[in-house]
C-alpha cells in the first residue's frame, strides 16, 4: 500500500552511519533495563511507558522516583522499568501510592494502571485520592479492554466495541455506557492537572509526554492530584488486524475519550 | 521525500530481531521512506525497510513499541564531491 | 515508672506512638473506631501521619505503601473490616513488608480468619492475643519488633472489651533489640542504577523476564518455619499440680483465671494455658501443660475455633470439650454473657465431669 517512488534506492539500516552526524534517538529508553518485552505486536502500553520513563529522566527525577504498578499486560513492564516499584492489586495502586507518599513527600510517586485496573476495579481508590488532593500523579493506560485476561469489556469501552463479553458490541441497554474517567476526575477539587493523551501517532506521542511532563511538575509544585490518561492501541483485544490499531483508537476511542488537557493549575480548561 | 541534494540528511539503524511487524512506523514516517520488505527476522515477522530520504525526525522510534529504532541526523555536507554518505555505502 | 489510667484503646495507641509507629489509617468501626481517633490525635503531634481512608480496602493499601517504604506502619479494624482486607493481607504477606494490624474485634469469632490467613494462598501471619491493656501496651511494641524482624505482618487480636477498659499503664518505649537496615525499603535511590527495587509478592526481579515460584515459595516457606519455632509465646499457670486444664485466650484470659480459683476452692485442681501467639499455635508448650490431664475443657467466645487447634496439638491424647459459646449482647459487639467467672466454672466442673456442654451459643 505504499506510495513510495520504486525508483528510490533501498538504505541499509544494519549499522550505524559513517560520517559526521549525531544520534536523535537510541533505541530504548535509558530507564530500561531490558528492552525486550512479550507484549503483543502493535501494543501501545510501551509507547506511552517509554515516554514516561524518559519524562522521569528528562525532568531529573531518576532517583527520586517511585512508581506503584497495577496488575494488567503493562505488569509485565516492572521487570524492564529502572526505577523503585512497588507492585499493588488491582486497582488498589492509587491508596499505596499515597501511603508512600505521605511518608515520602519528596519524592516524585506515581501510578501505572490500566482502564480494567483503575476505573473497574478500583474507582473509588483514584476517585478518593484525587478528592482528597493526595500529591501523587496517576497514569492510565486506556485500551477499553481488560488486555490481559483476554479482552473482555471494562466501564471505559465504548459503544458499539465488540470484545468477549459484548460479542455484538457495547449496547448502552444490556451494557449501560463508558465512564469518561479524565472527566470525572476532572470535577474534582483535589484535582489539579489532568489530561488525556494518545499514542496512536508521532504527533499524538509527543503530545502525550509534554502532558506526563506537566503532571509530574504539578505534583512536585505541591499543587494537589495529577492524571494523565493516554490512549493506548490494544489490536489483539480489538479483534482487528495490528496495522489498523491507530485508526481504530482514533476513530472509536478518541471520538469519545477526547484528547487535550481537562485541567491546569486547578481550573478546568474551556473546552 | 524528493532527494536532498546535500545529502540525506537522517537515517536509521534498525533492530530487526526486536521487530514484531507491527507496521505501525509505515504510516508515522512523515516522508513515507519506510515500508515492508520481503524479509523476515528469527522470529518470522516481517521487517520493515528504509528508502531514500529519511529527516531523522525521530517518529519512527517514537510509535515503536518495541524499541527497534535507533535515528540518527547527519550533520550539514560539505559542498564536496564525496558529500553523499549514507549507511553501510 | 508513671502509671496513668488509660482506656484500651489510648494505652494501644500511645504504644504504637512509643513504638515509633509513624503512619496510621482506619475506618470507622465499632470497636476499633476510639483508636482510629486517638492515633487521629497523636500522630500529627509526633510528625506523623493518619489517613481517614475511605473503607478498609484502601486503609490496608495506605499502609502497604508507608510500609514500604521504611517506615512503622498500622492499621485495623474490626472483624468484617479485616475480612475487606484479606486480599491485601494476603499480598503483603508475601511480599514481606511489615505492618501491624489491628482486629479490635467484636468477640472472638475471628480466630480462624486470624490463624488460617483469611486470604488467598499459602501464608500465615503472626497473631498475638493480649488478654489485658497492660499486656496489650507492651504487646503492641513487640509487634513492631516481630514485624521488622521477620518481614511479616503481624496481626494483634483484641476486642471490645479490650479497647473499653480502663487500666492504670505505663506506655514507655521498650527496647526489643537491634533489627537489621531497611535495606529492602523504597526510596528512589536506586533508580537509573539497574538495581532499582521492585517490592512485590510473587518474586519478580529486575532486569529478568518472568518468576522462579518455586525458589521464592521455598524461601517464605523456610521463614515462616523459623517463626514458628522462635516465635510462640503462651502463658500457664498452676497446670503442674492440675488434674484439668483450661485453654483459652485475649480478654477471657482475665475471666479463667477467676473461674480458675472458684475451681480450686470447690476442690478442682484446674491450670490454664493461654496462647498468646495464635500463630505459631503454641503446640509443643500447650502438649506439655496438658500431660497427665484428665480433662481440657477450650474456653472461646465462639462456636469452636481455636479448640480445632488444641485437638490438632493433643491427637486424642486427652478429652477435650468445648465450654465458650457464641455471646453476645443485644448490639452485637461482644459483651455477652459468657464474660462471668461463676458461668465458666459451672461449664468448666460439667465438662471436668463428663457432662454435656452446649458450646454453640450462650444466652
Known amino acids: 500500500m505504499s506510495d513510495v517512488n520504486d525508483k528510490l534506492r533501498v538504505i541499509p539500516t544494519d549499522k550505524p552511519p559513517t560520517g559526521a552526524c549525531k544520534v536523535v534517538g537510541s ?38 522516583a517511585i512508581g506503584v504498578v497495577g496488575i494488567g499486560c503493562y505488569t509485565a513492564f516492572t521487570s524492564l522499568m529502572d526505577v523503585d516499584l512497588i507492585q499493588a492489586l488491582h486497582g488498589r495502586a492509587p491508596s499505596v501510592a499515597t501511603g508512600a507518599k505521605r511518608m515520602r513527600p519528596g519524592n516524585l510517586v506515581f501510578t501505572l494502571q490500566g482502564d480494567g485496573d483503575m476505573v473497574n476495579e478500583g474507582l473509588q481508590e483514584v476517585i478518593h485520592t484525587a478528592a482528597r488532593g493526595e500529591s501523587v500523579t496517576c497514569v492510565l493506560l486506556n485500551n477499553g479492554v481488560f488486555g490481559e485476561t483476554g479482552g473482555q469489556m471494562t466501564s471505559t469501552t465504548v459503544l458499539g466495541q465488540r470484545t468477549k463479553n459484548s460479542l455484538d458490541g457495547r449496547d448502552a441497554e444490556t451494557h449501560g455506557y463508558p465512564i469518561l474517567i479524565a472527566d470525572l476526575i476532572s470535577r474534582l477539587q483535589g484535582a489539579a492537572y489532568v489530561a488525556r493523551g494518545s499514542v496512536h501517532d508521532a504527533k499524538n506521542v509527543h503530545k502525550t509526554r509534554r502532558l506526563l511532563d506537566r503532571a509530574f511538575e504539578s505534583q512536585m509544585k ?50 | ?82 558529500g553523499q554518505t549514507g549507511a553501510g555505502q | 515508672m508513671t502509671r496513668k489510667l488509660m482506656e484500651g484503646s489510648e494505652a494501644i495507641a500511645e504504644a504504637c506512638v512509643a513504638a515509633g509507629c509513624r503512619f496510621f489509617s482506619g475506618y470507622p468501626m465499632t470497636p476499633f473506631t476510639e483508636l482510629l481517633e486517638h492515633m487521629a490525635r497523636r500522630l500529627p503531634e509526633e510528625g506523623g501521619t493518619c489517613i481517614n481512608s475511605e473503607s478498609e480496602l484502601e486503609a490496608i493499601g495506605h499502609a502497604w ?41 467484636r468477640g472472638q469469632g475471628d480466630y480462624f480468619q486470624a490463624t488460617r490467613g483469611g486470604g488467598h494462598g499459602d501464608y500465615r501471619h503472626i497473631v498475638l492475643a493480649p488478654a489485658t491493656v497492660n499486656e496489650a501496651v507492651e504487646i503492641t511494641q513487640l509487634a513492631f519488633h516481630l514485624a521488622d524482624k521477620w518481614r511479616h505482618p503481624v496481626v494483634i487480636y483484641g476486642d471490645y472489651l479490650l479497647g473499653h477498659t480502663a487500666e492504670a499503664v505505663d506506655v514507655s518505649a521498650v527496647d526489643f533489640g537491634t533489627l537489621p537496615d531497611k535495606d529492602w525499603a523504597v526510596d528512589g535511590r536506586l533508580g537509573g542504577t539497574g538495581k532499582s527495587k521492585n ?115 493433643l491427637l486424642g491424647s486427652v478429652p477435650i470439650t468445648g465450654i465458650g459459646g457464641m455471646s453476645t449482647d443485644p448490639s452485637g459487639f461482644g459483651v455477652g454473657p459468657i464474660l462471668d467467672s461463676d458461668l465458666i466454672a459451672a461449664r468448666a466442673k460439667d465438662a471436668f465431669e463428663g457432662k454435656d456442654v452446649d458450646a454453640g451459643v450462650i444466652e
Open chain 2, 1 to 82: 521525500m524528493s532527494r536532498n541534494e546535500n545529502g540525506p540528511r537522517g537515517t536509521i539503524v534498525l533492530n530487526a530481531e526486536r521487530c514484531k511487524g507491527c507496521e505501525l512506523c509505515i504510516p508515522a514516517c512523515p516522508p513515507r521512506v519506510l515500508r515492508m520488505s520481503p524479509n523476515r527476522n528469527q522470529s518470522g515477522y516481517l521487517v520493515p525497510e528504509l528508502l531514500e530520504g529519511c529527516t531523522g525526525c525521530n517518529a519512527c522510534l517514537m510509535v515503536c513499541p518495541d524499541f527497534c529504532f535507533e535515528v540518527y541526523k547527519f550533520e550539514p555536507a560539505t559542498k564536496s564531491s564525496e
Open chain 3, 199 to 313: 517490592i512485590n509478592p510473587i518474586g519478580m526481579d529486575k532486569g529478568t523476564k518472568g518468576i522462579e515460584p518455586a525458589r521464592f515459595w521455598r524461601a517464605l516457606l523456610e521463614k515462616e518455619k523459623k517463626i514458628a519455632v522462635e516465635e510462640p509465646r503462651f502463658e500457664v499457670e498452676g497446670a503442674d499440680d492440675a488434674d484439668y486444664l483450661i485453654v483459652t485466650f485475649g480478654t477471657l484470659g482475665r475471666f479463667a483465671h477467676t473461674a480458675v480459683k472458684n475451681l480450686r476452692e470447690q476442690g478442682y485442681k484446674v491450670g490454664i494455658f493461654r496462647p498468646v501467639t495464635l500463630w505459631p499455635f503454641p503446640k509443643d508448650a500447650l502438649i506439655e501443660a496438658a500431660k497427665g490431664k484428665k480433662h481440657v475443657a477450650v474456653l472461646e467466645q465462639n462456636a469452636g475455633q481455636m479448640i480445632d487447634d488444641v485437638q490438632l496439638s
Open chain 1, 222 to 271: 505541591g499543587q494537589g492530584f495529577s492524571f494523565v490518561e493516554i490512549l493506548t492501541m490494544c489490536p489483539t483485544g480489538w479483534f482487528i488486524p495490528t496495522a489498523d490499531g491507530p485508526d481504530f483508537l482514533n476513530d472509536e476511542l478518541a471520538a469519545i475519550h477526547k484528547i487535550g488537557e481537562l485541567k491546569r493549575d486547578g481550573i478546568l480548561v474551556d473546552s
Open chain 3, 65 to 105: 505503601g508507608a510500609a514500604a517504604t521504611g517506615y512503622r506502619a498500622a492499621t485495623g479494624s474490626t472483624g468484617q473490616g479485616l475480612s475487606l482486607m484479606q486480599e491485601s493481607m494476603s499480598e503483603i504477606t508475601r511480599a514481606e513488608i511489615p505492618i501491624v494490624i489491628f482486629n479490635i474485634a
Open chain 1, 27 to 64: 533505541f530504548e529508553p535509558n530507564l530500561a533495563i531490558i528492552p525486550e518485552h512479550d507484549l503483543c505486536p502493535g501494543c501501545g502500553e510501551p509507547v506511552a511507558i517509554r515516554q514516561m520513563l524518559e519524562s522521569i529522566e528528562d525532568l531529573g527525577h531518576t532517583t527520586n
